[in-house]
């Protein structure tokens, strides 16, 4: 598998891809990660790669010119591939998504900064835009390696056992998030491992930790709250520092 990342901060990855899994993997050829920086795309002594909404507005957006050309002089290299940028406003990264993209063969994976991505970005590069969750963060480099790391775990070879890959949160039919484990000591302080998994008898451990899974799944509750009404929504933030003493 081939992922390819578009990003103004490739240094952010050094470490990240060297780790252990990923860095073993990426030496055995079992997936190809490479960075580019679409700030080498830009026109002019400046190699200015963002400018101010039109219409108005706080911050800055990243201007279409130098990520299109990116991604597009990237896809020359090795084929189209699937487009993703990252964005807070995009489609919900879960399991079933992060399995059929490590399906793919090649991922490009474009990250955005400032206030976020001039809309025709996505347009010209017909990208899918994938959010990691309902929380705003300053880029979407720390968004990408959520990616780069879900996905390559699916990719064979990458974790060397692929039955705990099955047997995670969120896999297998049901999609039940996993119960507890224990490992030793059997007591810690006064807290014991439940004697069903010492009985040695697996068909009774299976059910038992299927039930445990049950129970861990709807404590979470739903995926999504439902959206509440203006008037119960919560205040809006203030950091602590800015809070005047009540
Ligand atoms: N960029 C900024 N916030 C993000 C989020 N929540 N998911 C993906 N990319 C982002």
Known sequence: MRIDIVTLFPEMFASFLDGSLLGAARQAGIVDIRLTNFR??????????????????????????????????????????????????????????????????????????????????????????????????????????????????????????????????????????????YTRPREFRGLEVPEILLSGDHGRIARWRHEQAVAATSRRGPARPAPSSPDSSPAPFTAWSQRSPS
């Open 40 to 181: 080498d795309f830009a026109a002019g002594v400046h190699r200015q790669v963002d400018d101010r909404p039109y219409g108005g507005g706080p911050g800055m957006l990243l201007m279409p010119e130098p990520v299109v050309s990116c991604v597009e002089a990237v896809q020359g290299e090795a084929g189209p591939g699937r487009v993703l940028m990252l964005t807070p406003g995009g489609r919900r990264l879960d399991q079933p998504l992060v399995e059929q993209l490590a399906c793919e063969p090649r991922l490009l994976l474009v990250c955005g900064r400032y206030e976020g991505f001039d809309a025709r970005v996505r347009e010209a590069l017909a990208a899918e835009e994938i959010s990691i969750g309902d929380y705003v963060l300053s880029g979407g480099e720390v968004a990408a390696m959520v990616i780069v790391e879900a996905v390559t775990r699916l990719v064979p070879g990458v974790l060397g056992h692929e039955e705990s890959a099955r047997q995670d949160s969120f896999s297998g039919a049901e999609r039940l998030v996993e119960g507890p484990q």
